[in-house]
């Protein structure tokens, strides 16, 4: 596609609920992130995936967090047991290098998730 | 390990002023650097991104950057700031396992 996709745009999830973040990176983009965004803050780091492979998953906060690109393409993020600091914005972005850190890459709009 | 540092949360100019946001690095190994710009409810965009190849890097939208070793900094500049530059920007420093580390952001606001 032209960018990366991210859905739902939107996610209000009840406190314990699981939920299921969807993006789709550029066709072809073999890098893909994760990144988690709080209010007024900074992006934070949570996984990487270089194909289907995830090659470091050191920023999920805990292991109600999983992450999965089964096929290389179409990533999914998703938290267990919901909880209020679960709030976020949660990013995703792609890149086609293998060393994407050298160039940068290129994000999502984001998929906001209120926890109430 | 690397990380960046963004001086000043809320900069606040004049239409037509000068645009100084400023980012320090750390980094045990030559850095790779960039600047993102973040507009309401959007994901972020590159402005531009340092990469040894000139110390003097010029973006988007008429943005640039000087890559200070001796002061370990990478300050975002332009010259005249337009209405539509008020967004929220973030500088990030490429870590050694490849991953971008980004700032806290520095919000900036453009008054008529």
């Known amino acids: 596609g032209a960018g990366v996709s991210q859905s739902p745009r939107y996610k209000v999830a009840k406190r314990g609920q699981d939920v299921a973040l969807r993006c789709d990176p550029i066709?072809?983009?073999?890098?893909l992130f994760w990144y988690q965004q709080a209010l007024g803050q900074g992006p934070e780091f949570l996984t990487y995936f270089q194909n289907e492979a995830q090659l470091d998953k050191s920023g999920l906060p805990s292991d109600r967090f999983f992450a999965e690109r089964p096929e290389g393409s179409v990533s999914t993020l998703k938290i267990q047991r919901t909880q209020q600091e679960d709030s976020a914005v949660y990013l995703c972005?792609?890149?086609?290098?293998?060393?994407?850190?050298?160039?940068?890459?290129?994000f999502g709009s984001g998929t906001r998730l209120t926890v109430v | 390990a690397q990380s960046v540092t963004q001086l000043g949360s809320h900069v606040s100019v004049s239409e037509g002023a000068l645009v100084l946001l400023r980012c320090n690095y750390s980094?045990?190994?030559?850095?790779?650097l960039f600047w993102y710009v973040q507009y309401p409810n959007q994901g972020l965009q590159l402005l531009l991104k340092y990469t040894s190849a000139a110390t003097l890097v010029k973006g988007i939208n008429g943005f640039e950057a000087e890559f200070k070793k001796s002061e370990t900094s990478f300050h975002l500049t332009k010259p005249s700031a337009h209405m539509s530059d008020a967004a929220e920007y973030f500088c990030a420093v490429r870590h050694n396992t490849g991953k971008l580390i980004f700032g806290q952001g520095t919000t900036l606001q453009v008054k008529p």
């Open positions: 066709s072809g983009h073999v890098s």
């Open positions: 972005a792609s890149s086609p290098n293998r060393d994407p850190g050298r160039t940068g890459y290129t």
């Open positions: 980094s045990s190994v030559p850095p790779y």
